[in-house]
C-alpha cells in the first residue's frame, strides 16, 4: 500500500502561482509513476500532469503545457506540481495518484490522494 498526501493549494489570483506537492509513504520502495488529476466542480475528473519513476518521462495535458511543471525527488518521496500563471479555469480540487504505468489514463492509478483545493480569483 502506498499513502499519498497532497498539500500547497490554496487561493491565488489570475496570473499567480502555487506549487503542490505529494507526499507518500507506505510500500514506496518499490517503483511508481505519479500523476496528477483535477476535477472541477460539476465535471469529470482530467487528467493534468505525470511523471515517470526514475522522472525521465513527463506528460502534460495541452491546457497547462508550458505553465506547468511536474517534478519528483524519490529520496524524498515526493512529487511537485509547480503551477505558474494560474487561471481561473484552473480552479479544482487537486489529487495525485501512483500506479506502474506513466499515463493519462486515471484507471491505471492505484492509490490516490485526499486532493487540495486551489482557487484562482480573476
Do not use: H
Not at 52 to 57: H, L, P, Q
Not at 62 to 80: C, E, H, M, Q, W
Amino acid at each position: 500500500q502506498v499513502q499519498l498526501v497532497e498539500s500547497g493549494g490554496g487561493l491565488v489570483q489570475a496570473g499567480g502561482s502555487l506549487r503542490l506537492s505529494c507526499a507518500a509513504s507506505g510500500r514506496t520502495g518499490s517503483p511508481y509513476a505519479t500523476g496528477w488529476f483535477r476535477q472541477a466542480p460539476g465535471k469529470e475528473r482530467e487528467f493534468v500532469a505525470a511523471i515517470s519513476w526514475n522522472g525521465g518521462r513527463t506528460y502534460y495535458a495541452d491546457s497547462v503545457k508550458g505553465r506547468f511543471t511536474i517534478s519528483r525527488d524519490n529520496a524524498k518521496n515526493t512529487v511537485l506540481l509547480q503551477m505558474n500563471s494560474l487561471k481561473p479555469e484552473d480552479t479544482a480540487v487537486y489529487y495525485c495518484a501512483a500506479g506502474a504505468t506513466t499515463t493519462y489514463n486515471s484507471g491505471a492509478y492505484n492509490y490516490w490522494g485526499q486532493g487540495t483545493q486551489v482557487t484562482v480569483s480573476s
